[in-house]
Structure formats: structure tokens, C-alpha cells
């Protein structure tokens, strides 16, 4: 085919000289549309040109495992992009950093300080980490209960708490009730998630960065403002760090530059080392993957059970049976929520936060689906298309937990499923997430019901697309269930 070049046999699009393949990329659908579209003409791996970059798109799970598990390792690298290397000065965190020895051993830290050992941990770091999810989770459903009986917008309740409980996490600090701090980061957040990777074209020519951009002017007052920020909790952090265990994840960082300049001093290499931008970048980032992905798929299920009322009841009859009204929901009636498990994992398959994953890089020359691929190349992976293949998904934009039961009514868990990634790129914060979604969902609907108001029209389900995908603004009213009336602020 034109343009297929002589690098591989992957079927490719047309492209010209400079502009690549993006004449054809028009039509203003988002990527993940666009991409799934494609598909349909070209198959599951076809490849393109964004401006000059050769770089594969995935569309189904088969070839999505071989790039993040079988061949994971080749395939771990990152480009270096426009914006992200602005939001992470040239890659010190770990999500837009490329792989590295340095990558790994800093990986790993986070990586440790986000896992929790689950059900009867008696690990101090998980007790802290639950007891900060359990008390956002109260103030979160006396906040949605006092806004109550009128629509309101549940999203600005919803950010704050999961900001909370990863405030907590990262620097051992809560935000109450409209704090401006809270609200500075609430601004700044959301201004990152709508600039970042979409300076339009900045991020496939780099020279494109010496002329003006509103997107990208915009994207720096954030940074500026979270720099500023964050430099401030670290300095705090550094004055008062002592022997012991780390209090959070800036403490885990900072012992771990500490062990990292020591072992690092006989190689003597500069930039080997962790150095305070590494832990100001990750930290700055493990609190926005933290607050982005979880509050968005609370808000993309609070609005699914709007349009499934039947969901909602048959969640809050299985929280009646298996926990009743007298106690609150805890980490070991999970085994026992079957039916809430399988909503959550509905929800995150049918909105994926990240309809498209952030690139990868092959590091080596390696191969997908057989067809040899040179070292450099781009990868992305469309898990849009991936959960939503009519192959592997029996109605795909249908709404239906019961998909990830089985006719014994036991959990199953499809292998076209993957809502974290996987292999080495795998989400960090899976288990702090999965922790937080099942606490937050199981104790609001034990607690409250939630419709629509009166004549308001049901949640736009397209959702707008910035780095994450995120419903529109809705609103609901709350109305609490028996046992529960007295629980508002
Ligand atoms: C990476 C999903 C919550 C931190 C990722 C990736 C996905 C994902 C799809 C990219 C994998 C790839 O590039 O191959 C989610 C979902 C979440 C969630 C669906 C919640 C529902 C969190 C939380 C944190 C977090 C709570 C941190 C506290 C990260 C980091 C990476 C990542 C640091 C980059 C890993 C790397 O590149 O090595 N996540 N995530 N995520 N996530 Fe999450
Ligand atoms: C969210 C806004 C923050 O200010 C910065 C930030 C850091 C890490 C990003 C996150 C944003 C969006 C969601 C991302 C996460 C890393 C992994 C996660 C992209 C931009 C996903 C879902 O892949």
C-alpha cells in the first residue's frame, strides 16, 4: 500500500512529506473514535505517520498483550513529548519518563508506597492509607447529603474527597470545606488535564513550541502555580524529616534520594541520581494520577446508575443483604459485593479514563503480530477499542455489570479487560484505586439514592476528552435511605 515504506508490512496510511499522515486523521473525531474507525478499514494494527513519527496503532487485546506483557520490556519506553516534558521537567517523574535504570529503582518506590496488602494488612502504611480513604469516604456522603434535595453538581464533593484521601497519602494533609489551597488545585489540575499532550501540534514538531500557543501558555501558568505549591510541602517535609518510617510518599522519596546518592556515588554518573525534581515531579504526579482517575470514574458510574436506576437498586439490595444499615462498609465485605465489583469494572470499561494509553516506545527492534518493528517506533494502545470490541463484547455500549459474571453467578474477569494496562507500564495506583472506588461506591449507596432532578435530561454519556476522559457536568439529587436520615453535616 502508498506509504507503507519499506520499515514493515503493517498495513499503513497515506502520508505526504512534513505533515505525515494527518491529512487523513481529519474529521474532528477524538483519537480513540478516529482510531476505532480506521480499524474497521485497516485492521487491529495498522500503522501511521503523526507528522514525522512512524507509530502503531493497537485496536484489539491480543496485540495489546503481546506490547505490554509478552514483549513488555521492549516496548516500556516513552517518547519525549512538548508538554509532558514541560509538566515533568524533561522526565523526572514516572508515567512520562522514558525507561531507565533510574526509572526503575524510583518506579519501584512509588510503586511499594501504593500497594496495599489488602483484606487483615496490618502493614502501618495500609492502616494509614485505609483510615484516610474511610474518613474521606464520611465526609464525602455528609457533604452529598446536605446538598441533598435539590440538583446539584456532585463533582466538586466527589474531587475533594479523593483529593483528600491522596493529600493524605503524599503529604499527611486533609483540606476541609472550601479551602483555597483546595480550590488553587482544583483550578490548577483541571487546567493541566485540558492542556497537556493537546497542544495541538506541539507535541508531533517540537519547533512549533517558539510560536505562540494559548494552550501551551496556559499549561505553564498551571505548572507555575503547582510548582509553587508543591515546593513549599516539600520544603516543609525536608525540616521536619527524621529517622523513622516515612510519614507518606514524599518521605518514602525523599529517604529513597538519600539511598540513592549513596549508592550511586561510586559511578559517580550526574544523572543517575534522584535529585529534589524527581521528587517534587512524582509526588506532584502520583497527586494528579491519583485525584484525575479516581474522581472521574466515581463521576462516570454515579452517571451510568442514573441512566440504569435498576443497577442502583440491585447494588443497594446486595448492601442490604450482605452488610444492612446498622454498620459501616469495610475492606472485608468485598469478597461478599460481587454484583458492586462487576459495576465498577462496567464502568471502567465502557469509560475508559484513558480511552487511549500514553505512548510507548519499542526500545529495542522488536516485533508485534509477527511484523518486525524498529527501535524508536510509537505504540498506542486503543483501549477504547479493546473494550469495546464486538468480537469479545456482547453489546458493547450497553451498560451491563452482569457481563463480568458468570452462569454460576461467579466474578470473571475477561482478558479483553484491562483498565490499569499491564506489564512493566502497569498503573501504579491500582490497588490504592480499586481500594477507593469500593469504598466510596459501597458506602454512598448504603447510604443515599441518587436520581435525577425533576425534568433535568439524563448525564451526557460522550463525555469530553482531555487527557482523561471525563463526563460532562450533571446534576443529581441525594435522598438518604432508611437508617441513614441523620447523617448530613
Ligand atoms: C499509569 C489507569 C489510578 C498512578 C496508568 C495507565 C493506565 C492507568 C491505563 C497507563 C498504562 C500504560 O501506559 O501502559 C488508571 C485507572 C485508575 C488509576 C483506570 C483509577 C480508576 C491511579 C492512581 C494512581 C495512579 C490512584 C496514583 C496514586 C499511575 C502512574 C502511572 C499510571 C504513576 C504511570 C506508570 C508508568 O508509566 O510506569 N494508570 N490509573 N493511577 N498510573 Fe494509573
Ligand atoms: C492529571 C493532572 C495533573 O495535574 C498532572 C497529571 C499527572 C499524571 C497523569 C494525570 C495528570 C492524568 C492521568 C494519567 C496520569 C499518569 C497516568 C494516568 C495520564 C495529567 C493515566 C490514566 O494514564
Known amino acids: 500500500s502508498p506509504g507503507s515504506g519499506p520499515r514493515s508490512s503493517i498495513p499503513c496510511l497515506p502520508r505526504v ?75 523526572k517523574d514516572i508515567a512520562f519518563s522514558d525507561y531507565s535504570p533510574l526509572w526503575k529503582s524510583h518506579r519501584r518506590l512509588v510503586h511499594n508506597s501504593f500497594t496495599l496488602f489488602g483484606e487483615g494488612s496490618s502493614r502501618l502504611q495500609d492502616i494509614a492509607s485505609l483510615s484516610s480513604v474511610l474518613s474521606s469516604v464520611d465526609g464525602l456522603c455528609a457533604d452529598l447529603l446536605s446538598a441533598g434535595g435539590h440538583g446539584f453538581d456532585p463533582s466538586p464533593a466527589v474531587t475533594r474527597a479523593v483529593t483528600n484521601v491522596v493529600c493524605m497519602l503524599v503529604f499527611s494533609a486533609t483540606y476541609c470545606h472550601g479551602d483555597a489551597e483546595l480550590q488553587e488545585v482544583m483550578r490548577y489540575n483541571d487546567g ?40 513549599h510541602k516539600l520544603e516543609e517535609h525536608k525540616a521536619s524529616l527524621s529517622d523513622g518510617d516515612p510519614r507518606d510518599l514524599l518521605d518514602a522519596l525523599l529517604k529513597g534520594k538519600m539511598d ?47 441512566h440504569h436506576p435498576e443497577v442502583q437498586e440491585r447494588v443497594q439490595k446486595e448492601l442490604d443483604e450482605q452488610v444492612g444499615s ?53 505504540v498506542l494502545v486503543n483501549m477504547w477499542s479493546i473494550h469495546h470490541d464486538p468480537r469479545h463484547w456482547d453489546k458493547p455500549d450497553l451498560f451491563n455489570p452482569d457481563r463480568f459474571l ?59 476528552l482531555g487527557v482523561v476522559l471525563q463526563p460532562l457536568p450533571y446534576k443529581v439529587i441525594v435522598t438518604p435511605r432508611a437508617g441513614w436520615e441523620g447523617s448530613a453535616k
Open 326 to 378: 446498622e454498620r459501616q462498609v469495610c475492606v472485608s465485605d468485598r469478597g461478599r459485593l460481587a454484583y458492586l465489583d462487576c459495576v465498577i469494572n462496567e464502568g471502567m470499561r465502557i469509560r475508559p479514563v484513558s480511552p487511549v494509553l500514553i505512548p510507548h516506545t519499542a526500545m529495542t527492534d522488536s516485533s508485534v503480530g509477527g511484523h518486525p518493528v524498529g527501535r524508536g517506533t510509537r
Open 192 to 231: 493541566i488535564v485540558q492542556t497537556i499532550t493537546r497542544g495541538g501540534l506541539v507535541d508531533i514538531y517540537p519547533w512549533m513550541k517558539v510560536f505562540p500557543n494559548k494552550c501551551l501558555s496556559k499549561l505553564k501558568e498551571c505548572i507555575t502555580v503547582r510548582d509553587r505549591l508543591l515546593s
Open 260 to 306: 540513592s546518592g549513596r549508592g550511586q556515588k561510586s559511578s559517580g554518573s550526574e544523572d543517575e541520581k534522584m535529585t529534589d525534581d524527581h521528587v517534587l515531579m512524582t509526588a506532584a504526579e502520583a497527586f494528579g494520577a491519583g485525584v484525575e482517575t479516581t474522581s472521574t470514574t466515581l463521576l462516570w458510574i454515579l452517571a451510568y446508575l442514573l
Open 406 to 464: 458468570d452462569d454460576q453467578g461467579r466474578r470473571v474477569t475477561p482478558s479483553c479487560f484491562l483498565p490499569f494496562g499491564a506489564g512493566p507500564r502497569v498503573c501504579v495506583g491500582e490497588s490504592l484505586a480499586r481500594l477507593e472506588l469500593f469504598l466510596f461506591l459501597s458506602s454512598l449507596l448504603q447510604r443515599m439514592s441518587f436520581r435525577l432532578p425533576d425534568r433535568a435530561a439524563l448525564p451526557n454519556l460522550q463525555g469530553r
Open 17 to 91: 512529506p512534513v505533515l505525515g499522515s494527518l491529512p487523513w486523521l481529519g474529521g474532528g473525531l477524538p483519537p480513540h473514535l478516529l482510531f476505532t474507525q480506521l480499524g474497521h478499514r485497516y485492521g487491529p494494527l495498522f500503522a501511521l505517520f503523526l507528522g514525522p513519527h512512524y507509530t502503531l496503532v493497537i485496536n484489539d487485546h491480543q496485540h495489546a498483550r503481546e506490547v505490554l506483557l509478552q514483549r513488555g520490556r521492549d516496548f516500556a519506553g516513552r517518547p519525549s513529548m512538548v508538554t509532558t516534558d514541560l509538566l515533568t521537567r524533561g522526565g
